[in-house]
């Protein structure tokens, strides 16, 4: 499929942390994995328990590279996920803002790619650099370190949430409103 971006795990560290992401990306309908030099190899079985039902339909099929150049030579725009500030000339985008331009290039036929750096440091600037944008995610300043599955979630969540079925507000059988707790107790 390449009506989606590829969603580029960049030196992983944990067989369980590629899982968790595998299976974030199936949660919202991605299914392009790919992998830059896994640190504890690949295939890797603590990925594909961790995993769940995504293993067949996201890590089977996940490409995996030498380098970040290789995983990201047939994207036209590649984003770069950092928390931290690089000083580098690129635009910074929040997920629901590069999503939104992700959405765009690809409709325009464009392949898009995001990098997420390892658990323990993240991207380097050399990775980076391979970027055109870089996305950062607006949590508190005092302690800023999302997992890798987490990180992979709000992206994932920010690309399809305007492409998956999803009533904002489901009354459900209610219908009226809602009891009060004093109500709700007796």
Request: proline fraction near 8%.
């Amino acid at each position: 499929m390449t009506d989606q971006p590829a969603i580029i795990l960049v030196r992983p560290q944990m067989g369980e942390n590629i899982g968790a992401a595998a299976r974030a990306m199936l949660n919202f309908g991605l299914t392009r994995m790919r992998i830059v030099d896994p640190r504890d190899g690949w295939p890797n079985p603590r990925a594909v328990a961790m995993a769940s039902g995504a293993a067949s339909r996201v890590l089977d099929h996940a490409g995996v590279f030498a380098d970040v150049a290789g995983a990201v030579a047939d994207c036209d725009f590649v984003f770069a996920t950092t928390a931290r500030g690089r000083e580098l000339p690129k635009p910074i985008y929040t997920p629901e803002a590069a999503m939104t331009e992700a959405r765009a290039r690809i409709k325009a036929g464009q392949k898009v790619g995001i990098l997420f750096g390892p658990e323990r440091t993240g991207l380097e600037n050399d990775d980076i650099t391979r970027a055109n944008a870089i996305i950062t995610v607006p949590v508190n300043p005092e302690f800023f370190s999302l997992n890798l599955g987490q990180a992979v979630l709000l992206t994932a969540y920010e690309y399809s949430r305007h492409t998956l079925d999803a009533v904002p507000v489901d009354p459900g059988l209610a219908g009226f409103d809602p009891a009060n707790q004093t109500e709700i107790e007796k």
